[in-house]
């Protein structure tokens, strides 16, 4: 998968560039409005990772120019710390698939792409395998040798970060972020996260065994697979 | 005391004042006017009288008793002469004086004349007396005349006075009314001259406008200053953040490290929430937001509820929504979600386990109320008037909130024209009241 990373801030864009690749996409970059244009024009990327503040203008305009080329199926994310109220409305107005704002958590921006993926390429991957359990993210549910689970949504949820992150540790504030949104002043040290990872444990642990399901000591938790 | 009365009040004493000087003044020379009117007509009575005599006259009056006594038969003049002894010397000075004399039954005030003469080696003593109560009637007449005249155009000038005043105070208090009352906001001043032509009002006018442009400037600088000030910040700890989440990614880090990292992201967590917090203040301050939307509070709560239901449950506090009607308030959907979470969020927050939240509705005349009422902690009376400033809190060592919630609740508040109050006791609870105006 080819991404396009725009955004003139360079320390950010590596690290983007090497967390991506890391994941196995294939990275470039422009840090002007003018390069990006020129990229877009003559390549076509399964990601756009779009700034709006650029030296040379508004990311919104690379946007539009996108739009006006024909058969283009480019997704594009915009990340912004910009506070304008209506960005967000704005770009995704303008055809933009997803929107994040500044800071983000890198493995926030790997779910974004990942639930990208799945909307555009309806039967690719839909299915997950995890050790004895397949998670099915169309229809959000999780089975066991055909026997469904009875997993609640955040539950389904949590799962579903974790296995997307499989091999990292997720700390309780990134889960806690991706599954309840960004509410303002969210207490990351509330334990109310672990309480849904505990009755996910319980039901997953009744089909199989989950030694693979770690709980990183008052951090958070990792899948390894 | 304002103004418009002060100066009538000056204008009544100064008047009064100058009433009072002049009525003792024509007083005054109306008594010295006819005390001498009197005083030369008794003069050229005692001249008459003087060439009058002769010895016949005299003696055959003398003779007959010690004095002489003549008056009118109308009791207006009468006329004494009396032989006095010859004892030292002779005092020809003409004495007037005012007195009270009693004539056949009847008391009068007489003005009378003094005076002493010697006539065939005999000494006499005068007195011409005329009555002055024809003069003192004319002189109750008059006072009470001028007091009367005095008064009505005292009352008369009064009115005037207050009425002219009130008229030429009137743009002083529209600039007041207008420019310093009415003004909530900097922004949305009015720079509009009130219409005078009174120079000093003018110079008022202006000078309020220069200094509203002055403190509109200065609200802007600070405004922008957080905005950019936040807005700049937050592209450095999205650098910092993607760094250390791809250090964790590393095989072989060693735990304690990993663990300082992680702690770390949530410091930088932290940062953003501050700052995030920072720039909602401040993009509501700056009415950035549009107020369109038809928000229904029971709908909000619906939705909150769902979105908080996880963190009730697991503080096991019972929750209790007592909504009935749906009431629609115009304004910002998403900026009224925010402020009942944030109020919410704190209700559970500050909640002790097996704790009750109860939502209630009231409606009066000017509004509609919801009550948010928790069994939590409660704060200090001081703190409770305090909770609504920026990085106030109670230091709590449990829970890491930042002290913007409020913040952020009241310039919401603030911002929808909503009135809203917070009533705590230490360890008792808290009920937050939102009133919503109807219309």
């Known amino acids: ?225 | 005391m304002n103004l418009q009365a002060k100066f009538a009040l000056y204008n009544a004493i100064t008047k009064i004042a100058i009433i009072l000087v002049l009525g003792t003044i024509i007083l005054l020379s109306l008594e010295t006017i006819s005390s001498h009117h009197l005083d030369t007509r008794l003069a050229k009575k005692r001249l008459k009288v003087i060439e009058n005599l002769d010895d016949k006259e005299i003696d055959s009056l003398i003779k007959s008793r010690q004095s002489f006594t003549d008056y009118n038969i109308l009791k207006e003049e009468f006329i004494v002469l009396t032989a006095i002894p010859k004892a030292g010397k002779i005092d020809t000075t003409l004495t007037f004086t005012s007195e009270t004399r009693e004539i056949e039954g009847e008391i009068e005030i007489y003005r009378i004349l003094n005076d002493q003469f010697e006539f065939n080696n005999k000494r006499y003593k005068l007195e011409i007396g005329e009555t002055m109560t024809a003069m003192e009637s004319i002189k109750t007449t008059i006072r009470f005349y001028m007091l009367i005249v005095l008064v009505i155009s005292l009352l008369i000038t009064l009115i005037t006075d207050y009425a002219f005043t009130n008229f030429i105070l009137r743009p002083f208090y529209k600039i007041i009314d207008q420019k310093l009352n009415k003004v909530n906001n900097p922004t949305s001043y009015n720079y509009q001259n009130i219409p005078t032509n009174t120079t000093d009002f003018k110079i008022l006018d202006n000078s309020i406008n220069s200094l509203m442009r002055k403190i509109s400037d200065l609200f802007l600088l600070e405004k922008q200053f957080i905005a950019n000030v936040s807005h700049e910040l937050l592209t450095p700890i999205s650098i910092l953040s993607g760094r250390l989440e791809n250090i964790l990614t590393a095989d072989n880090l060693p735990i304690e490290h990993e663990n300082k990292i992680f702690a770390s992201l949530k410091t930088l967590n932290r940062l953003k929430v501050i700052i995030n917090s920072l720039l909602l203040i401040s993009k509501v301050e700056n009415e950035q937001y549009l107020k369109k939307d038809n928000v229904s509070i029971k709908h909000q709560l619906d939705e909150i509820y769902e979105d908080l239901e996880d963190r009730i449950l697991d503080k096991k506090i019972v929750y209790q929504n007592r909504i009935k009607s749906d009431f629609i308030f115009t304004g910002n959907q998403a900026l009224i979600h925010t402020l009942l979470v944030n109020i919410i969020n704190n209700a559970i927050k500050y909640n002790v386990a097996k704790g009750s939240i109860t939502i209630e509705e009231e409606l009066c005349q000017s509004g509609y109320i919801l009550k948010i009422c928790d069994t939590g902690i409660g704060m200090e009376k001081e703190i409770a008037t305090n909770a609504f400033n920026r990085f106030e809190r109670e230091n709590n060592e449990n829970e890491d909130g930042f002290g913007l919630g409020l913040a952020i609740v009241n310039s919401i508040a603030k911002f929808h024209q909503l009135n809203i109050d917070i009533k705590s006791e230490k360890n008792s609870g808290t009920v937050v009241s939102i009133e919503f105006p109807v219309g």
């Open chain 1, 1 to 225: 998968m080819n991404v396009l990373i725009v955004e003139d801030e360079k320390s950010l864009a590596l690290e983007m560039d090497e967390f991506l690749s890391r994941e196995g996409y294939i990275v470039e970059h422009a840090w002007k409005k003018s390069s990006a244009e020129e990229k877009i024009f003559v390549n076509n990327y399964d990601f756009i990772l779009l700034d709006l503040g650029l030296p040379d203008g508004d990311g919104f305009e690379v946007l539009k120019q996108l739009k006006n080329l024909k058969d283009r199926e480019d997704a594009v994310i915009i990340l912004t710390a910009r506070s304008e109220v209506d960005d967000r409305i704005k770009g995704l107005d303008g055809g933009a698939d997803d929107y994040l704002a500044k800071p983000f958590s890198l493995n926030e921006l790997l779910a974004r792409m990942h639930a990208i993926t799945r909307r555009k390429h309806k039967l690719e991957k839909n299915e997950v395998k995890i050790h004895d359990f397949t998670l099915d993210i169309q229809n959000r549910t999780v089975s066991y040798n055909d026997d469904r689970l009875p997993l609640t949504k955040k539950e389904f949820e949590i799962f579903n970060y974790l296995v997307l992150n499989k091999n990292r540790v997720v700390s309780r504030m990134s889960l806690t972020e991706h599954v309840w949104g960004d509410i303002l002043e969210v207490n990351s040290d509330s334990n109310f996260v672990d309480v849904h990872v505990k009755n996910l444990r319980k039901k997953l642990t009744q089909c199989s065994k989950t030694d693979w399901f770690e709980t990183v000591r008052s951090i958070g938790y990792r899948i390894n697979y």
